[in-house]
């Protein structure tokens, strides 16, 4: 099928510090996926812009942010709808951490903080039995590492998704909603100079948590399977 364009729908914005260093999400996305920025349509959701009518020739990649599901943003919320519509077009979505938390929260699951607390730094992820058919899956690593920074998460699946890999941490690492519609806890588009960055932001509340962020710092490392995975889901379309 081929594709008029590519959304990036924006949830939120990096701290001053890590923009400074590392750019914005626009460009984290556009170097994970290897393409121009100028290629991308950028609508940043967080900031009011306008959505743009779901269709199912246009992809869209929703991304992370620094808000909590469960604080129902208005934004959000409207982001919510257009899941909901996207999906009923079969449009093709791809969500990352909070835009896989708002997936299955829009779809029916539920989302709240983890239990276990912090998921943070360079983790394995395992693929789970239904990835081995999974038409994106199929053929990948059984295990590979991945970058994840969040606090909240999916609780409970929606009905009908397919939980398709796990951390040891988090059992909803990967779920399918439809043959179009996937998301990850974990951040495809981090590299690992940018989880560092991340966990350097975090030190105070790592060590209120009793973490120790200099070994989390020691562990970080290459994660080029995530990557390519995104780059995946777009590689059978043209944008």
Known sequence: MSLSALFLLQTGSPPQSLRTTYGDLPEWFASALGRPADTIRIIRVFDGER???????????ITGSWSMVTDREPWSEAL????????????????????????????????????????????????????????????????????????QTVIAPPPGARVLARSEHDA?????????????????????????????????????????????????QEAPFPGQLLRDFLASRTI
Do not use: K
């Open 51 to 61: 959505l743009p009518p779901p269709d199912a020739g246009t992809a869209a990649i």
């Open 172 to 220: 909803h690492q990967i779920l399918r909603y439809g043959p179009n519609a996937i998301s990850t806890q974990f951040h495809p588009e981090f590299t690992p100079e940018i989880m560092a960055g991340v966990i350097r932001s975090r030190i105070d509340a790592l060590h209120q948590e009793g973490r120790d962020p200099e070994a989390l710092l020691t562990s970080v």
């Open 80 to 151: 919510g709808d257009w899941i909901r519509e996207a999906m009923a077009l079969d449009a093709p979505v791809f969500g990352v951490c909070y835009g896989h938390q708002l997936m299955a929260d829009a779809l029916g699951g539920q989302v709240d903080f983890h239990p276990g607390g912090r998921e943070i730094g360079s983790q394995t992820i395992s693929l789970l039995a239904d990835a081995v058919e999974d038409p994106l899956l199929a053929g990948s690593p059984r295990s590979f590492t991945a970058q994840l920074t969040h606090l």
